[in-house]
């Protein structure tokens, strides 16, 4: 079953504005990443959160994780139309299984 | 190699056909992950080995579904009777060492259509 939950699941902006997607889980993790998917194809690592970490950057991209609330956010700045394609977010948990949870994903169209 | 290779890219089978579906990970990988995923869907977890034990295939839907990895590197999976339903795009993944902390590296997956 999917543990991640992202919210919205789609969203259509300009180019150059920010997109925000959130995501929520249920069990407690070691960490949890972020990954990005273009139509066809594969998925590709964007950015990995452990679970003693707030808030984390890399380029435009910057995701938090509160524990507490069991739910991450992934931030794209200044995005462009490469930019567009599906986001997910996965979690690996806390108790040696080493698998990643995906959620369903948000689909980002970026409008040139 | 220089990412993670998935064989063939698209496979149709006739309803009750065998297919088999070829993983070549990052050559050094230990961890090797199947995943299915489908259509609008995130990827659900298939199976997971380290070299070649298989350590977790609690995902696999039906023993239909075989996964080995027999000398460590490439593995199969491999579907018999295909029914409808197995129609998706399944995943290959591998990581470095067995640590949680590792991010995955993703084939470009095989999208197999059951007819």
């Known amino acids: 079953s999917q543990q991640g939950e992202e919210d919205p699941q789609a969203l259509s902006i300009q180019e150059g504005e920010n997109a925000t997607m959130n995501c929520s889980y249920k069990t407690s993790i070691n960490n949890l990443q972020w990954y990005r998917q273009n139509s066809g194809r594969g998925l590709v690592h964007l950015i990995l959160i452990r679970s003693n970490e707030r808030e984390k950057h890399s380029g435009r991209l910057r995701v938090t994780l509160d524990t507490s609330k069991k739910s991450s956010s992934l931030l794209i700045t200044a995005s462009r139309a490469a930019d567009t394609a599906s986001y997910f977010c996965a979690t690996v948990n806390l108790y040696g299984n080493n698998r990643l949870a995906f959620g369903k994903g948000n689909q980002v169209v970026v409008i040139p | 190699g220089a990412g993670v290779s998935q064989s063939p890219r698209y496979k149709v089978a006739k309803r009750g056909q065998d297919v088999a579906l070829r993983c070549d990970p990052i050559s050094g990988h230990v961890s090797l992950f199947w995943y299915q995923q489908a259509l609008g869907q995130g990827p659900e977890f298939l199976t997971y080995?380290?070299?070649?034990?298989?350590?977790?295939k609690s995902g696999l839907p039906s023993d239909r579904f075989f996964a080995e990895r027999p000398e460590g590197s490439v593995s199969t999976l491999k579907i018999q009777r295909t029914q409808q339903e197995d129609s998706a795009v399944y995943l290959c993944?591998?990581?470095?060492?067995?640590?949680?902390?590792?991010?995955?590296?993703f084939g470009q997956g095989t999208r197999l259509t059951v007819v």
């Open positions: 080995f380290q070299n070649e034990a298989q350590l977790d």
């Open positions: 993944a591998s990581s470095t060492l067995q640590g949680a902390g590792k991010k995955a590296f």
